[in-house]
């Protein structure tokens, strides 16, 4: 078990984290969503040791994570980290080296992995001559070709093709049922909904919401009902537990939490034959924005309201509007998929990425030095370098190929 207990991080006065829990079974696939800003990187990079958190633990197996125990980590950096002078087998097996394999081992695993992610034909090119999706590729290659006990992937999905999402999906699962514990980040709802056995999310530093996606649509305070009656518009009105009615077609109902849904069924019934009544399920899209509204109305003062926490303001508001466009449309079908898409590339093209990405590689320097925040590096990046750390092949240092996950 993979267990994050009480991570708070501060970037200056920036509260970053603020008490950051949870935990991931073996064999279990953890998705962890959030707006932009909301922590996600911070709390991966505290799993790897990349980062030291100003409180909290993490802890594997039960006992506190040290540096032996996390180079049998997998970890796929946000800002990406691959040596682009070096020829792709060859940074593999040389990544699988470093964790510890024997050169053989190495050589194995380099093959069956570039195989498996469909890079094998460009062993022999230079990293930086690969398509951004391709380097995607090498780069989930080099988190698993030492075929880690964790793995932790920051946007595993974003740049990949439909074949590639479909191919790492697949090899999630894979590792999932060999027992690891699997925990990626994504701005993918949909892709986290269909995957993962539970979810977390995250928003200014605090998870507000984690369990299956289950869970979170039995902990919403509302939920949706379609009936399809001939009976006349105003029909639902007054019933006791129905909060709005929507008359068209069919009738959209939003309930109150302990709304009896067969009283309804029978109001329906005694006005003429009821064609269809459907609850309506919310989307992880829908339970997102949901989650997030909720927090924003709480008024937190939690010191995080700059440029990100706008962002995940208006999220905030998108969220109810989301929420209950979907709840009051067919949102069981085309509705919650249009929500969950218009999710992401809002929050792509709010342009915030890039801050963050700008100061992912300032944070990224501090992580390079372990816990001395002041010393900068333009040598290695992520997971990697921590244990590349005084291994200086002669290609380039890493470029940081934030372009991948645009
Ligand atoms: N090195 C740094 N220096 C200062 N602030 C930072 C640094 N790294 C991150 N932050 C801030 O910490 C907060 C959390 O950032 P983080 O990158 O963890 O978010 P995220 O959830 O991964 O976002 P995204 O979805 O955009 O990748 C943000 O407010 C961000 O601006």
């Keep these: 078990m993979l267990e994050l207990d009480g991570l708070r991080k501060l970037y200056g006065d920036r509260i970053a984290l603020d008490g950051v829990t949870f935990s991931v079974r073996p064999g279990e696939l953890y998705g962890f969503v959030g707006t932009n800003g909301a922590g996600k990187t911070t709390t991966m990079r505290i799993t790897l040791g990349v980062l030291e958190p100003d409180a909290g633990t993490v802890r594997f197996q039960g006992k506190p994570v040290d540096t032996p125990t996390r180079r049998r980590f997998g970890y796929m950096p946000e800002e990406r980290g691959l040596y682009p002078k070096m020829r792709v087998g060859d940074q593999l097996r040389y990544l699988a080296e470093l964790h510890g394999?024997?050169?053989?081992?190495?050589?194995?695993?380099?093959k069956y992995w570039m195989e498996r992610l469909s890079v094998a034909e460009r062993a022999e090119d230079r990293v930086e001559a690969l398509s951004l999706g391709n380097q995607q590729r090498v780069q989930l290659a080099a988190a698993l070709v030492h075929h880690p006990a964790v793995l932790v992937l920051d946007e595993p999905f974003s740049g990949l093709d439909p074949v590639g999402v479909d191919n790492l999906a697949e090899v999630l699962?894979?590792?999932?049922?060999?027992?690891?514990?699997?925990?990626?980040?994504?701005?993918?709802l949909e892709l986290v909904e269909r995957l993962c056995d539970s979810i977390g999310i995250i928003y200014r530093g605090r998870m507000v919401a984690t369990g299956t996606v289950d869970e979170l649509r039995a902990s919403r305070a509302e939920r949706g009902l379609r009936v399809g009656t001939d009976a006349a518009a105003g029909w639902a009105?007054?019933?006791?537990g129905v909060e709005s009615a929507e008359y068209g077609a069919r009738t959209t109902l939003i309930l109150t939490a302990d709304a009896d849904d067969q009283a309804i069924l029978d109001a329906a019934r005694a006005l003429g034959p009821v064609r269809e009544f459907t609850p309506l399920r919310p989307s992880l899209a829908d339970l997102f924005r949901e989650a997030v509204a909720d927090h924003d109305s709480d008024g937190d003062g939690d010191g995080n309201s700059d440029g990100d926490g706008e962002s995940g303001g208006r999220s905030g508001n998108q969220a109810r509007t989301g929420t209950k466009a979907s709840a009051t449309g067919d949102q069981a079908s085309a509705g919650s998929h249009s929500v969950a898409a218009s999710l992401t590339s809002d929050e792509a093209s709010a342009g915030s990425r890039s801050d963050t990405a700008a100061s992912l590689t300032s944070g990224e320097a501090s992580g390079h030095a372990g816990a001395d925040e002041s010393s900068g590096t333009a040598n290695l990046i992520g997971g990697q370098r921590g244990d590349q750390a005084g291994a200086d092949p002669d290609s380039a240092a890493p470029t940081d190929q934030q372009g991948a996950s645009a």
């Design 101 to 110: 394999m024997t050169r053989r081992d190495a050589a194995t695993a380099t």
């Design 173 to 188: 699962r894979e590792r999932a049922a060999e027992g690891v514990p699997v925990v990626f980040s994504s701005h993918q």
């Design 237 to 240: 009105d007054g019933l006791a």
